[in-house]
């Protein structure tokens, strides 16, 4: 391996955890810092002058969704746009109608299966639906689980760790048909799948800046216009009365040209992203005993998920991070806790399958070359860590034996 540090070069290949800025998106953005400066609630000219951007960004955040303007509602991130969407409809629900429970998803992001959670303790049930070793959910399962008392849907249109995408559309009208409310997560779809949220029955939709070059901190929700919604943010009477707070400005103009950006570029990205992921995927399956997680058809165009028999995620990461190679892993070791992934156990694998997990997530800054250079590094990784594994020789000897899961 140490030979190859004249190949030594930098791949970021972490976009699913976030993105960099794009320069159109910081060129938006810079006027709201210099000279327009205004708060845009104020009524002098300088406020005034900040209120015709925030509501053109509305505009076209709607424009890219399917929706109208009035549907939009600005927030300081996807996280905030999924607490505000599950807690305030479903409270909202229950109030009117003493409906109180709901129905998600097995691999939602924590974002919304932490804040499931915190409403179970406010007494609220909550179905989690499997997602099958394919990592997606049955409209059929989905509509057999809805009950007279079910207050609200929620399933992610695409997911952030293994990149399937959902049949939202179908779901939508299983919805509809029943006359539940629905929300999805639409943080890593954007940009990569179609969306229009009257087509599809969306009746809320949550998106954040960073997934898609814009900066962290903004998000958004779409709520369709006449369904009740709590306020989860309590203050001045911005977007709406709904979401107290000044509104950021800046990060605003940020997240409407990245949405745009985003949007209009959708079949140009599919077709450039897809040949990059299906090569790496085709590659990283040369190796032994590894396997791509969930299904190859419906998935994001930048996102390829694997697991590897007889490895530590963590240390492959290390390792590949000495190569230039920024990556991600399934496990949630960096907050303390060794528990694998819940996405990789919700299809269906053991703990010790799971944890030898990689993500590589590519973004509209990344080349054919940077699939070349994992292609070239991973292997030798994965040989390296192996030779040190005493799972792998038990693997190796079939005292263990995993490969059904492969
Ligand atoms: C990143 C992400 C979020 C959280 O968005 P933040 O803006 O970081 O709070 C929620 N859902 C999914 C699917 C994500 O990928």
């Known amino acids: 391996m140490d030979g190859s540090q004249s190949n030594f070069r930098k791949v970021y290949a972490d976009n699913a955890a976030t993105t960099a800025v794009s320069p159109e998106v910081l060129g938006a953005m810079l006027p709201f810092y210099k000279e327009i400066y205004g708060n845009p609630s104020s009524l002098y000219a300088l406020g005034q002058e900040a209120k015709a951007p925030l509501e053109e960004a509305r505009a076209t955040v709607a424009a890219c969704l399917g929706a109208k303007p009035n549907e939009i509602y600005f927030t300081s991130c ?5 607490n505000w969407a599950i807690k305030g409809c479903a409270r909202a ?5 003493g409906k109180n429970h709901i129905i998600t998803s097995a691999f939602e992001h924590h974002a919304v299966l932490h804040t499931c959670q915190a409403l179970e303790r406010e007494g609220f049930t909550v179905t989690y639906l499997d997602v099958h070793s394919n990592g997606i959910v049955d409209p059929k399962e989905l509509e057999a689980a809805i009950t007279d008392q079910t207050a609200l849907v929620t399933i992610m249109y695409a997911n952030n760790e293994i990149g399937t995408i959902q049949p939202i559309a179908e779901i939508g009208e299983v919805c509809k048909r029943h006359n539940i409310p629905f929300h999805t997560d639409a943080v890593q779809a954007i940009g990569n799948v179609h969306i229009d949220v009257k087509a599809q029955n969306i009746d809320m939709l949550s998106l954040s ?6 900066p962290k901190g903004v998000g958004a929700l779409y709520i369709r216009a006449g369904l009740p919604v709590q306020t989860f943010m309590d203050g001045g009477a911005q977007e ?3 979401r107290g707070g000044t509104e950021n400005v800046a990060a605003i103009a940020g997240l409407a040209t990245a949405i745009r950006r985003a949007t209009d570029s959708i079949d140009q990205r599919v077709a450039r992203l897809t040949p990059m992921r299906d090569k790496l995927i085709e590659g990283i399956l040369k190796i ?3 396997r791509l997680n969930g299904s190859q058809e419906h998935r994001l165009p930048g996102n390829a998920s694997f697991c590897f028999q007889g490895i530590e995620g963590e240390s492959l990461l290390l ?3 000495m190569k230039g190679i920024s990556a991600s892993s399934g496990s949630a070791c960096t907050s303390g806790s060794l528990d694998p992934s819940h996405v990789l156990l919700s299809i269906g694998l053991p703990h010790e399958v799971a944890h030898g997990s990689l993500r590589l997530s590519f973004g509209d800054y990344n080349t054919m070359e940077d699939v070349d250079y994992i292609l070239e590094v991973v292997p030798q990784i994965i040989q390296r860590l192996r030779n040190m594994s005493p ?4 693997i190796q000897t079939g005292k263990v034996d995993y490969d059904r899961f492969m």
């Open 78 to 82: 996807g996280t905030e746009s999924d």
């Open 93 to 97: 629900q229950q109030k009117r109608s």
């Open 209 to 214: 800046g960073h997934k898609i070059h814009a």
């Open 240 to 242: 709406r009365n709904k």
């Open 288 to 290: 032994e005993r590894s």
């Open 319 to 321: 390792l590949l991070d």
């Open 391 to 394: 799972l792998w020789d038990a």
